[in-house]
């Protein structure tokens, strides 16, 4: 029996696993990008001991009142974070009760942790260590949100997520600046639980002793590179032994390149400005702790796509400041200065403003170490010129996406954001066809952007909300129908025409409606440069048998009608006005609010303005200029 049982065991050894089947690690690759790595981990920042670094850091005028405000925490007990907080989300989908507290530690953390390395009087030090402590001790760093079935919070799983990937490159940047200040106990306890809660599950997908988790391979979304990036930069500051930071450089080479194929080829963030901020923002900090990490070796920013994506923001940019919401994005959302300043010099774009954007301590603390500490690229100072000037348009033709501006960028004329692409993006809406409107500095044509993030939100009741369905979006009613999701839902591109003094872009809408009875519906725009510019928006619609169309105007500003019909919607004294030419057939108007739960409590008005009997073909235009005397 025994003779039998040996040979199974040998048997068995060559047997291969069913992971190892689907994952095999090239330990020459490994081998060879340990080969590229200082002998010595290194993180963002400067360790404490670096007194003419930080000393510098203290005499900023924007970084004067740091130690100020950390003192406020020296006394305060770590936030609590009982049970109960985190299992609201389950009961109710609530899930800010949890994140405010859970956000305050590790803010609070890398406040102090900065106060103490400006001040290096010690004074810090215990309350930073019960902060660890009680970041440590949490039964898991995964949030409720993405926690769904439990099984992080009751230890049945050990995951990633992007709180658990963030989580880590803190803790390590921590241990990083402030070394052995720090009690040995609990640098080891640093080290003990990120290993648990983070190196050992990526470990084990990228050896094929787990399963991969959906964001590794998945091309889709910001999920890849924040967690790669807090994963691997953690690794990269942390781990003593360079064979093993090798396995980390292997998953990054052949796992971080998902992020860039969920971008389009043309640099379009479907997610929106503010994922764009948070995703490529990841992927930017975790190209430079390779770089870093690698002596200039490995420069994952060195690529044309790359370059088109961090270009993003500068085309995307509608006029004075003010970038479209699509998707879930904020009506708010600007691009992130910090990394506008490490882009501006990396890729020699010259362009002024960025560097005179003000510095904070703001963010993550591996944010701040790298772009106020070790500030890269500050030897290209000497290649800023000046001030840019706004391109006419630009096209982001995979995306059809048309951002169209006047001569010079003048904010007192019309500038407009176009909406094609299809209803199966990142961070959806129902919404090809859309459009934003922007007079001196003003979206007075909106679109309203994300709401508040809850259990619907991200569940099969999503596009019950008024703002992530395309009721609240300017783009039409067909049959009574709203626009339906899916990638099949799609603006297909007829025509483009591009001019000096003009802009034409032409949409078949007709796939994103689940409506039978529909032949085709086209949606043309007809941007002039004429004068402050106009708008003229045309729907051709056309059925097999009479249905319902309906269109509407969706704005935060104020809306009203004059005698002649003309709406006209106000911000202040900048206005638009909008005339409505049905070819003789009447309409009836609605105004409504749209109270959905937004994150700045402000809510958009929709216009909507329906023909009143059914018809087989219908031409509906909208004519948008400014108001006179404006």
């Given at each position: 029996m025994k003779r039998i049982c040996a040979i199974l065991a040998v048997i068995c050894i060559f047997l291969p696993n069913p992971a190892d089947t689907q994952i095999r690690i090239d330990a020459a690759r490994v081998k060879e990008l340990a080969s590229l790595l200082e002998a010595e981990?290194?993180?963002?920042?400067?360790?404490?001991?670096?007194?003419?670094?930080?000393?510098?850091?203290?005499?900023?005028?924007?970084?004067?009142?740091?130690?100020?405000?950390?003192?406020?925490?020296?006394?305060?007990?770590?936030?609590e974070l009982p049970d109960s907080l985190f299992l609201e989300f389950s009961r109710n989908g609530n899930r800010y009760n949890y994140q405010a507290p859970f956000g305050r530690r590790r803010s609070s953390l890398a406040l102090m942790t900065i106060a103490e390395c400006i001040e290096n009087r010690g004074r810090f030090i215990p309350a930073i260590e019960r902060y660890i402590r009680g970041i440590c001790t949490e039964k898991t760093w995964v949030l409720p949100a993405h926690d769904r079935d439990l099984d992080?919070?009751?230890?049945?799983?050990?995951?990633?997520?992007?709180?658990?990937?963030?989580?880590?490159?803190y803790l390590a940047t921590a241990d990083y600046m402030l070394g052995d200040r720090l009690d040995g106990p609990v640098r080891r306890l640093i080290r003990d639980e990120v290993r648990r809660r983070a190196f050992d599950p990526f470990l084990a997908m990228i050896r094929g002793e787990e399963e991969l988790l959906w964001w590794m391979t998945e091309q889709t979304n910001n999920w890849n590179s924040v967690c790669i990036g807090g994963v691997a930069g953690a690794a990269l500051t942390l781990i003593d032994s360079r064979e093993e930071r090798g396995l980390f450089l292997y998953g990054v080479e052949k796992y971080a390149p998902n992020y860039i194929l969920s971008l389009t080829d043309d640099g379009y963030c479907s997610e929106g400005l503010g994922y764009w901020n948070y995703g490529f923002g990841?992927?930017?900090?975790?190209?430079?702790?390779?770089?870093?990490?690698?002596?200039?070796?490995?420069?994952?920013?060195?690529?044309?796509k790359v370059r088109r994506i961090a270009e993003y923001p500068l085309n995307v940019e509608i006029a004075g400041d003010i970038y479209p919401a699509f998707a879930d994005c904020s009506i708010e959302?600007?691009?992130?200065?910090?990394?506008?300043?490490?882009?501006?010099?990396r890729y020699e774009w010259g362009i002024g403003e960025w560097e005179t954007a003000p510095r904070s301590y703001g963010g993550s603390l591996y944010e701040f170490a790298l772009y106020e500490?070790?500030?890269?690229?500050?030897?290209?100072?000497?290649?800023?010129?000046?001030?840019?000037?706004?391109?006419?348009?630009?096209?982001?033709?995979?995306?059809?996406?048309?951002?169209?501006?006047?001569?010079?960028g003048a904010e007192n004329c019309l500038a407009v954001a176009l909406k094609g692409g299809h209803n199966g993006?990142?961070?959806?809406?129902?919404?090809?066809?859309?459009?934003?409107?922007?007079?001196?500095?003003?979206?007075?044509?909106?679109?309203?952007?994300?709401?508040?993030?809850?259990?619907?939100?991200?569940?099969?009741?999503?596009?019950?909300?008024?703002?992530?369905?395309?009721?609240?979006?300017?783009?039409?009613?067909?049959?009574?129908?709203?626009?339906?999701?899916?990638?099949?839902?799609?603006?297909?591109?007829?025509?483009?025409d591009f001019t000096e003094s003009s802009d034409r872009l032409v949409l078949d809408l007709t796939t994103a409606y689940d409506v039978p009875e529909l032949k085709r519906l086209t949606r043309t725009f007809e941007y002039s440069r004429e004068g402050r510019g106009s708008l003229k928006i045309t729907d051709n619609v056309e059925f097999f048998s009479p249905e319902t169309y309906e269109n509407a105007i969706v704005t935060f500003s104020s809306i009203s009608q004059d005698a002649n019909g003309t709406f006209v919607v106000r911000e202040g004294d900048t206005a638009l006005r909008i005339d409505i030419d049905s070819r003789g057939f009447r309409f009836t108007t609605k105004t409504e609010e749209i109270t959905e739960d937004l994150p700045l409590k402000k809510y958009p008005t929709r216009t909507g303005f329906a023909l009143e009997k059914p018809v087989r073909k219908a031409t509906v235009t909208l004519s948008i200029r400014p108001a006179d005397g404006n």
């Open positions: 981990p290194c993180g963002f920042g400067a360790p404490i001991s670096n007194r003419e670094v930080w000393n510098r850091i203290g005499r900023e005028p924007s970084f004067e009142d740091v130690v100020e405000r950390a003192v406020t925490f020296i006394n305060e007990p770590v936030p992080n919070f009751y230890g049945r799983k050990v995951q990633i997520d992007l709180a658990c990937a963030t989580a880590s490159w990841h992927y930017i900090m975790l190209a430079e702790a390779v770089r870093q990490a690698t002596g200039g070796q490995w420069d994952m920013l060195d690529n044309g959302a600007r691009p992130n200065p910090r990394y506008m300043r490490y882009l501006n010099r500490v070790t500030d890269p690229y500050s030897n290209r100072l000497s290649i800023i010129s000046g001030e840019r000037s706004p391109k006419l348009r630009h096209w982001f033709e995979h995306a059809g996406i048309l951002i169209v501006r006047p001569h010079g993006e990142q961070h959806n809406h129902n919404d090809v066809g859309s459009y934003v409107a922007v007079l001196g500095g003003k979206a007075l044509l909106a679109d309203p952007g994300g709401e508040v993030y809850t259990a619907r939100t991200f569940s099969s009741q999503r596009y019950e909300s008024n703002v992530l369905n395309s009721f609240g979006h300017p783009v039409p009613v067909i049959a009574g129908k709203l626009q339906k999701t899916g990638a099949d839902a799609k603006a297909v591109v007829l025509e483009t």
